[in-house]
């Protein structure tokens, strides 16, 4: 099997420089993760030397956030070494670069999107496009018995940003739910508003939870709430919210029911049995409001096996590997 | 084989002795049986092409010359750094013309570490003949020129591609700028012999110099005024001084003329390159205090190969293949020195000047011969042929990639230029 180098580039933290890791795996080998010090930000800051040797065993190279500049420089990079090149847009923004010369997107054989939004978003790349659904890592979040649940505690996930639409959901609470949202802050402005907003409120906020405290979390919770929304509480419209709603998957994968907005890719979770969407505030007022009065879900177990199913890890190898394979076979 | 040779300019109009060796070794490998396609940017005096003995597309853009004024950092990112259209052009060529090998000459000004990472690609045995640092007298960040050279994955050198240079001196200088690398060849700066022979010393005794080259202070303009000052001065009006060539001649002879050296000191123009070669022959010296990094210099070379004592500042290339005081005179570039040497020749008598010139002329002979020049640049080419592996990529993806960096890198140095002002 031929080596897949994947391209991954961190979110920063708040102070320190963002890193780049180029991820190498081999199969019957335990994963290497090659750590390749430099600033996704100042493409000369990477060692010319260590990135080639680094993409040297790959046969293809995944990169992630492909349409950023350091997404457009790894591609750029992997094809001078006469790799096959794949790209996945996760957000991150783009390089005013691609918009100008659009030819550009050439530099990738092929683009992966893991939902129908992310195929619209990437339909005026004149490549090759393959649209897998998921992944969701269905082995971290596993199912959790229904009778440990707290019907009435509701979770938001994710971070608090304002096309979260978490004043929204703040705002739709009815009396006897309670809501955690856990997640990082990144705007203070923002954060100030939904402290406002919570104010007499059965509302809390959890910051610095770790992978276990999120599955402890989840495994209490009776729903889990996805409301992003296309304009923020300050009228700025965000293109792509969500590009999969990888929260609400994890969520039911531990076979909680979730509500979700209409925003991004969000209404396509709505096929899954676990899943409702709510195509306005008042929609999701309503949902949460039939939700404390005792709407009746599917059990966790059913909405755990939709989910997995449909965007679970075994279903998204498979057709992975059946794309990457022919694309390694193909003369392109 | 058929040779694809790149060159930012191309004769008949001419700067420097860089274009006109790739003209030379175009002529010459022609001559040779050889299907040769030059690219090269638009004729500097718009005059059209004679008819030459290969193919010439002008579809090159060169940015930065020395007969252009202060440039601004735009035309640097793309003379130093990286022109997406020469990247574009020369893998059309590629395409097209579908090469043996490719040749490069002086790339400054066509986007030297583009094109340089574009041939390490996608060209099929690559040979940079250095007869000059691109870098050299253009305005330019150094922190840029490493910043762009990492993002393209520059290894060194020059990309490993096998490098001929002219001199020991320009081989580290630069691998000061790109790092190490080892030269597979050192081609002198080559001249042919002139049907004309040694001129008999003057009657009167009078001994003749001559300044050919181009006339810039970086050329010692200055220098030899200077210097052929004092010697008027101790010497009196026993020597004359004849200038050949293009420039600041207006700053040349109103500085001999202030100096009191109209009646030693005249301009005589600016000759083709054969007309100039008969004419050497008759100066008992070449005057060269040229700066000291001068790579080679066609005109040592010229001088030397018609009997015409050398002159020249030590430590430039052209001086590597000569003795002092066998073949020439090498001095500190200074005005004393100058005059000290011209002033060794003046008080030589005739005979032993003679004899002098007649070593130069024999030993120049020998190691700046033309055809001998010509076997070494295709014994390269052809070694390379054999040994080099298939490009990695075709010109159309190497481009590609390259273009993408090229827009990358300027995102970013548009941005880091606004912040440090104009560089230089």
């Known amino acids: 099997m031929a080596n897949v180098c994947h391209a991954v580039r961190l979110a920063a933290g708040p102070n320190g420089p963002e890193t780049a890791i180029l991820a190498c795996g081999r199969e019957g080998a335990a994963d290497g993760v090659v750590l390749l010090n430099g600033d996704p930000g100042d493409l000369g800051s990477f060692d010319p030397a260590a990135l080639d040797a680094a993409l040297a065993p790959a046969a293809a190279v995944h990169v992630h956030q492909c349409l950023t500049p350091f997404g457009l420089f790894m591609a750029a990079r992997a094809r001078m070494q006469g790799k096959k090149v794949v790209g996945t847009d996760h957000g991150g923004g783009e390089a005013a670069s691609l918009a100008a010369q659009s030819h550009l997107a050439r530099l990738f054989h092929a683009v992966m999107s893991y939902s129908t939004l992310g195929k619209v978003a990437a339909s005026d790349l004149a490549v090759m496009h393959w649209s897998l659904r998921g992944p969701v890592d269905d082995a971290a979040f596993t199912l959790e018995p229904d009778d440990r649940r707290d019907r009435f505690h509701v979770v938001a996930l994710g971070r608090v940003l304002p096309h979260k639409g978490l004043d929204a959901l703040i705002s739709a609470m009815p009396e006897g739910l309670q809501l955690t949202i856990a997640g990082r802050s990144y705007d203070p402005d923002y954060r100030e508003a939904l402290n406002r907003l919570a104010l007499g409120r059965a509302v ?23 409301f992003s929304v296309h304009r923020d509480l300050a009228g700025r419209h965000i293109t792509k919210p969500e590009l999969l709603g990888l929260a609400p998957l994890e ?4 076979g909680l029911p979730t509500i979700v907005s209409r925003a991004g890719a969000l209404p396509e979770l709505g096929v899954l049995s676990g899943c409702r969407v709510a195509h306005d505030a008042a929609e ?39 794309c990457i394979t022919e694309l390694l076979s193909c003369g392109c | 084989m058929r040779l694809l040779i790149l060159s930012n300019l191309f004769p008949p109009a001419f700067i420097g002795g860089y274009e006109l060796a790739a003209h030379d070794v175009a002529v010459a490998m022609a001559g040779r049986g050889h299907e040769v396609l030059v690219l090269s940017s638009p004729a500097l005096d718009g005059q059209p092409d004679p008819k030459l003995p290969f193919a010439l597309q002008r579809t090159l853009n060169c940015v930065t010359h020395s007969q252009e004024p202060a440039v601004p950092e ?41 094109l340089l990472r574009l041939l390490s690609l996608a060209a099929p045995a690559p040979v940079m003949f250095m007869m000059d ?12 020129i490493v910043r762009l050279r990492r993002m393209l994955g520059c290894v060194g050198g020059l990309e490993g591609m096998p490098t001929i240079v002219c001199s020991a001196l320009l081989a580290r200088e630069l691998s000061g700028i790109l790092g190490p690398f080892s030269p597979c060849a050192v081609v002198p700066a080559w001249a042919a012999p002139s049907n004309a022979g040694l001129a008999a010393p003057e009657p009167n005794g009078c001994v003749r110099f001559v300044f050919a080259s181009r006339i810039a202070v970086h050329k010692g303009m200055l220098v030899a005024v200077e210097a052929a000052a004092r010697v008027l001065a101790t010497h009196g009006q026993c020597f004359s001084v004849d200038v050949w060539g293009g420039g600041a001649v207006a700053q040349m002879m109103l500085a001999a003329h202030a100096a009191g050296l109209g009646e030693v000191m005249r301009y005589r123009g600016v000759a083709e390159k054969s007309a100039l070669q008969e004419c050497l022959a008759g100066y008992d010296a070449l005057l060269m205090p040229t700066w000291e990094r001068e790579p080679s210099a066609f005109i040592v070379s010229e001088a ?32 004393c020195d100058l005059a000290e040497a011209m002033a060794s020749l003046i008080q030589m008598p005739p005979a032993a000047r003679q004899a002098f010139r007649h070593r130069a002329q024999r030993q120049a002979r020998l190691v ?7 076997d070494r640049v295709e014994a390269v080419l052809r070694d390379t042929m054999a040994r080099r592996p298939a490009p990695l990529l ?31």
């Not at chain 2, 640092?133 to 840029?144: E, I, K, R, V, Y």
Request: proline fraction near 4%.
């Open chain 1, 204 to 226: 809390r906020f959890e910051e610095g939870l770790d992978d276990d405290g999120v599955r402890r979390l989840l495994a209490a919770a009776g729903l889990c709430v996805q």
């Open chain 1, 251 to 254: 969520a039911m994968c531990t």
């Open chain 1, 284 to 322: 999701l007022s309503d949902l949460l409001h039939a939700h404390a009065a005792g709407l009746r879900w599917p059990g966790g177990a059913a909405i755990r096996a939709d989910a997995v199913a449909a965007y679970g890890l075994a279903q998204f190898g498979r057709a992975y590997l059946s």
């Open chain 2, 74 to 114: 735009e035309a640097w990112r793309r003379g130093i750094g990286i022109s997406v259209r020469n990247i574009s052009a020369v893998a059309d060529a590629l395409v097209a013309f579908r090469p043996d090998a490719v040749l490069g000459f002086n790339t400054a000004g066509l986007g030297v570490l583009g």
């Open chain 2, 133 to 144: 640092d691109p870098f050299a007298g253009a305005p330019h960040d150094a922190a840029q």
């Open chain 2, 304 to 335: 030397a190969v018609a009997g015409c004592i050398p002159i020249v500042t030590a430590s430039i290339g052209g001086a590597e293949y000569l003795l002092d005081r066998q073949h020439c005179l090498k001095i500190r570039r200074d005005p």
């Open chain 2, 368 to 374: 700046f011969a033309p055809g001998f020049c010509m």
């Open chain 2, 394 to 424: 075709s010109p159309g993806e190497a481009a590609l990639a390259l273009t993408a960096l090229a827009h990358l890198w300027r995102e970013r140095v548009k941005g880091g230029i606004d912040a440090v002002g104009r560089v230089g």
